[in-house]
């Protein structure tokens, strides 16, 4: 018979699962409140959400105070991995999220907040991903991975209109396939490693001195796929422009930042090692995945011509661009893509959000999607100060000097030329010189084109006082980031640093 | 040799059944055929060593996860001969061989390696599924309550779905039709009044 | 003296901001008068800076750090030293200036408000570019301005041409910068800083070929500003905006960016005498070019677009030589003159209604007195006559042409002054002199109000006296920081004969100009076919003779030279690639056909060109390590 | 003839190409997603099996939840389709084009 176990509560940290399970109580608290009293207003569980949100944030910055005395901490044999990168990803996930949930107060009525399930699986979604970002075992990266993304298809779905089945079934399958691939590579790196935590495998790897190199590139391949599929990397990309189109905007923002950012983070942790440890192959295929993701990206938004696509193409873009980071992989680079992500969440969920705003419920004669550019055209006259937010958000996508995400850029071509990667820094200064067409695009025709009849009824019919007031904040980070920028990457460097990235 | 036997056996039965579920038209063969390829699998794993997972794999894919397949071929009313487009069927194969070519090349050579530990070694001693008991209770403990909330997330989403709600669209429908709906819907049920 | 520094930054962004705040609504003159306001105390403090300088001090400020992260230190500091100041001095005159007349040259115009919005902002990025004390700071200014003209030039957005001008020089802009930025990228990779005096202190201790390619890359940044060739095209077509911004940003401040860039650079420059030759003898190309083309046009505000060019083209030759306190001193005496010049053009807009062609004006003297008088003044200037602005600053950057021993240089500049010469007064005769040929289009002009006279009237002032009176002075002052040299031809014959012959050949310029476009055209009939008149009015038909001999071809090549090289070739090889890489997208992105089925055959194919690179890999791999063993 | 590491390995991929083949092959999205549950399937062959050669339990956890995902992917999946279903009457992917570009 089998010894019984005698472990210590002390030494389980039990405490590291804190955040994740004040997230899972709150959507519990949510489903048990509508089995006592159903049809209750949705700005209550907006407010639920957002109170379990906070106390989850505040619990994550506790964590942070602990980091900075005390460095990583494990927890529940050592399954749970709370360093400087878990902290800082949860921190963008719950934050990311606080501004997304009060999106769902608009002054129209849309399906999917007529479910109080709806907040209850976005809360389980971000308790999913903040399982992904704060763990190196393979396993509970696949299971939270699959909590979140099986939520997120029923949130897309719920939209309920037939371009956001599309969207969910589309998501659906080409997720069911990556989770394949990631289901297979971990499968071979185990079969060479024998582990499946990721420091484990990363030393077991280098003590063979990569003798199994075949092996390694395979898994690699397979992992590749799996979370190009997740960061929307060209050739695996071809979901997210469809996907964001047929969710609703305020959602397509959320799937633009959170998501990735967890999916950066499992990356961050599985291919740094690699590229450090001298696989060139690794190095090489990264750099060529990086140009094309972003030159394509950018060629294929040019040519768009609905706002949203076009926004969809852009984030992909900018995804590649960060990507760049893992590949350069010194801590100034990734601490470039946390500063980066950070300013990119604010301007782009502005963006979306300005798009949600105007959201029209019925499309005109001859409208053939819901944001094409003809309904921005002349929005100076019409409404001067969304034109004015509009514009604000797209400057600051293009990378325009002061506002938020030149910081971004500028930070990450400083880390690419300091790195070594001259070409490269050069590529992307290129690139974001070509984006820069397609963000002026819209601008022209908010400022320099005669207003459409017809769409003017459109602005700011979904618009409802916190809807204006996220914009705000969205407004407010992406104009003084200036003042953030530096404390902002000391705290970064200090928590990438002591993870030892 | 038994081993031996039983693995090409088995291996042929299995790649067989899998064949036909992709390949056939018909929507009740690939399910049947995918039914008899998991058990078939289910041996691989008793033969590994692998008893409780056998059992898992028996219960959940035939008990569970067929059934409510079966349930779908039967809503979706598929159990005819499916008709589907083909396009470019030769690039198709050229790329799953080509994948499975590319793979095999690798693992047919051995893996060198000194430094493999056994981090939860099998005990002969006692049986495979107290050792599974105890490591997923101790180590794996966190990943099995995180596996019961992406299941209850999947339920959630699944009856969400496929719910009677779904049936008219809010998010389709003008202000004032939602509403008269409200309004219509308040009286008889109070539950309901959420439109 | 800190405050003072502050006041002349942000005044005009408050200005801004102000203007911003009535945006949507009607017009009111407040905002033009309170951001004139501004402006003028911009001045005064930039005036006070002025006096504290030449006093022999500088304000050097850190206002705050941006980033400071690792190795990456960047404080967001200004400085106020010798060339700042002057910068400073030129920007907040001008700008003060161009606002106040605004005032009355938008006064119909819907979007006033928003106009002094953007004009004050760009006032504040250009304040940040010349005051900042670090390449950052200035590349932010940089852009800053860069968006502030594209939204200048677009001003007037329902004009399908504005609009397209506005993105022409936006992208190509765009293009110059992203230079720039490496150039910056490449400095602060080899040096660790980026503000200037540590740069400009270290900078000798890098190998040449980097300084070289720091000085080629900052250098393309400074064309793609300046609009010199092959980046020139946008310049012209920017006069798409409205007037007062041609006075303000295409002539006297945001084009001159790129020369006080290589003024400012000059350490870096030093050092490397080859491009500094470079970039001389691609300025005088383009002084050339940019007249010749000026000599056939019939658009007023692109006759002064292509002189402004012709102008930079001077102030490169003279930085590209070393003589870095000429191409300054040109820089403020231009900025004056050139700002009279267009602001006079306006006026005359505004008299005929909008109409750009010179040959439908003429005898406008009469009803235009004021405006005649400020715009020969400054014609006079431009054409560099003795005793007035252009004279002490054109001249001398031929004397140092001349000096440095550039024979071809100095006698490209010294026709390019007499062509200069001519066509100025060409515009001055067509408009001013002659017929009333407007009146046959039913057009009766009038001069504008008089505060828009009197805001000129300080630069006519300028024009007058900057070069005699301020040459010593600033001389004095800006040699602090830039290299002093004296450019004297030491031969008192040789001087004397080059100083009066080029003064003698611009005068037969400007009277072969007057001759042959002030006479009246209008004559008797029988009087016109007779052989002496007809040999008189022909000027012995030597005039036809050279005209058939050289000035034909002569023109022809001009024309050629804008039709066929200008637009044929420069600006189709900048559509060709912007169309190549549109139609690019336009055929991949059918690789997004919608269906599932293609999507995840894509995904599957991604995969196994990763699996077959990694085979590939580890074959290779695998035989090479073979191979060593 | 000793049945080796590498031969499951080998079944494990082969499997894995039917799956894939499958995956691009359908359109019925029913038929698509058994394709799915056999890509799960195939690596569950693989983790026993190294389990068992490396002598270690990991793999057989990481097969047992693979098993506990395949099972949950197949609640929300059947979830879509039927509100896919109950709109258009069909379940066959080539309908759904209605975005592209």
Known sequence: MLEPINVSLASLNVTTLAPMLIAIIGALTILCIDLIKGGLHKSLYVMISLLFLLVDLGVVVDFGNVFIENGPVTGMFDMMLIDGLAIMGQVIIVGGSMLFIPLALTSKRFHEYNYPEYFALFLFMIAGFQFMVATDNLILIFVGLETASLALYALIALHNRSKSFEAAVKYFTMGALAAGFFAFGSMILYAITGSIEINQIGSVLAADHYANIGYVLVAVSFMLAAFGFKLSMVPFHTWTPDVYEGSSAALAGYMSIVPKIAGFIVAMRLFEFLVHSGVVWLQVILYITVVVTMTASNIWAMVQTDVKRMLAYSSISHAGFVMAAILIGTTQANTALFLYWALFSFTNLGAFAMLWVSRQKNLLAGQSSDHPFEKFSGLIKTMPMAAIMMGLFMLSLAGIPPFGLFWGKIYIIASAVTGGYTVLALIMALNSALAAYYYLKLIVFMFMKEPVVGYEKFYLVNASLSLKTIIGIAAIGTIFAVVAVNPLLKIITLFVYNSGY | ?195 | MEIYLYIALFAPLTGSLFAALFAASPKTSVTGIVASGLLFTSFVSSVILLNYVMAGHTVHVEMMTWIASGDLYIPFGFVVDQVSVVMMMVVSIVSTIVHIYSIGYMDHDKGFNRFFSYLSAFVFSMMVLVMSDNFLGLFIGWEGVGLCSWLLIGFWYHKESATWAANEAFIMNRIADLAMLIGIFIIYWNIGSLQYDVVFSQIANLPMPIITWIGIFLFIGAMGKSAQFPLHTWLADAMEGPTPVSALIHAATMVTAGVYLVVRANPIYDLIPEVGTVIASLGAFVAMFAATMALVNRDMKRIIAYSTLSQLGYMFVAAGLGAYWVALFHLMAHAFFKALLFLGAGNVMHAMHDELDPFKMGGLKKPMKWTWILMTLASVALAGIYPLAGFFSKDLILEVAFVEQHYILYSVLLATAGLTAFYSFRLVALIFHGDERHLEHGIHPHEAYNFMLYAMAPLGVLAVIAGMVFKTPYYEMVTHLLPAIEYHIHNHTTFWIMTIGTQLFVIAAIAYAYKKYAKAVKVDAKVESGFLYQLLYNQYYIPKLYDELFSKPYRELSKLAWKQIDLKIVDATVDGIANVIYRTGEKTHTMQNGNLSSMLRWMVIGLVVLLVLAIAFTVGYNAVTMRAM | MEITLAHYLVLSSVLFAIGLIGVMRRKNLLMLFFATEILLNATNIGFAAIAHFHNDLTGQMFAFFIIAIAASEVAVGLGLLIVMYKRTGKIDLDIMTSMRG
């Open chain 2, 1 to 195: 040799m038994f081993e031996v036997v039983a693995f090409y056996l088995f291996a042929a039965l299995t790649i067989a059944m899998f064949t036909i579920t992709v390949m056939t038209s018909q929507a009740l063969y690939a399910l049947t055929a995918m039914a008899a390829g998991m058990i078939f699998i289910s041996a691989f794993f008793f033969m590994l060593g692998a008893d409780f997972l056998g059992v898992v794999q028996i219960i959940v894919y035939t008990g569970a996860v067929m059934a409510l397949y079966a349930f779908g071929m039967m809503f979706f009313d598929t159990t005819r001969t499916m008709v589907e487009k083909r396009e470019n069927p030769r690039t198709i194969f050229i790329l799953g061989v080509l994948a499975a070519t590319l793979v095999v090349f690798i693992f047919i050579s051995p893996i060198i390696s000194t430094h493999l530990e056994t981090q939860y070694p099998l005990e002969a001693a006692s049986g495979n599924s107290q050792a599974i008991g105890m490591i997923l209770f101790t180590k794996f403990l966190v990943p099995f309550e995180v596996a019961a909330v992406m299941l209850l997330v999947a339920m959630i989403a699944g009856i969400v779905l496929a719910g009677k709600k779904m049936d008219k669209s809010l998010t389709l429908m003008a202000e004032e039709e939602i509403a008269l709906m409200g309004a219509n819907e308040a009286k008889p049920d109070s539950q309901e009044g959420a439109h």
